[in-house]
């Protein structure tokens, strides 16, 4: 019997379709959405070395889509991305998940392949989201601030 892969042993895991189930309760709740961003995006920053800049700058993006989602800014994301997207920042944030965080090192192993695998499976609908992020800024000169509101 072949072995399967990491990603699919996460999203067939009981923690990833109970970030699948909550993600639909977030949709529904701009706040709950901004919430979780915010987690996210402070859980992150403890992804170090170079391969955590590129996860940041995957964690920014995502949090960007969705809070230019809930200000009503960027609706053209399919429902089925941000659901996606839900899931895996639902996913990301909770301790306990498939290979737990608290294990040093391989705490974020799982957290990290299931956000690579959402980018190589959205990536059309991110680079839509990119481009109009970019365009937005050159006709704005305003970009998304994901600065925490205290």
Not at 70 to 92: C, D, H, N
């Amino acid at each position: 019997m072949a072995k399967r892969s990491l990603i699919a042993q996460i999203l067939s895991s009981v923690f990833f379709r109970r970030s699948t189930a909550s993600a639909g309760k977030y949709a529904r709740n701009g706040l709950s959405m901004l919430a979780l961003i915010n987690q996210a995006l402070g859980k992150s920053g403890s992804v170090k070395g170079e391969e955590g800049l590129g996860f940041r700058e995957k964690i920014g993006l995502l949090s960007r889509l969705v809070k230019a989602y809930v200000a009503g800014e960027y609706r053209q994301v399919p429902t089925k991305t941000l659901i996606s997207t839900l899931a895996a920042l639902i996913y990301f944030v909770s301790p306990i998940d498939f290979i737990p965080d608290v294990l040093p090192v391989l705490g974020f192993a799982d957290d990290i392949a299931l956000i690579v695998w959402l980018f190589n499976s959205l990536n059309a609908d991110l680079e839509n989201f990119r481009t109009w992020e970019r365009q937005q800024e050159r006709v704005t000169g305003k970009t998304i601030d994901l600065k925490q509101e205290n």
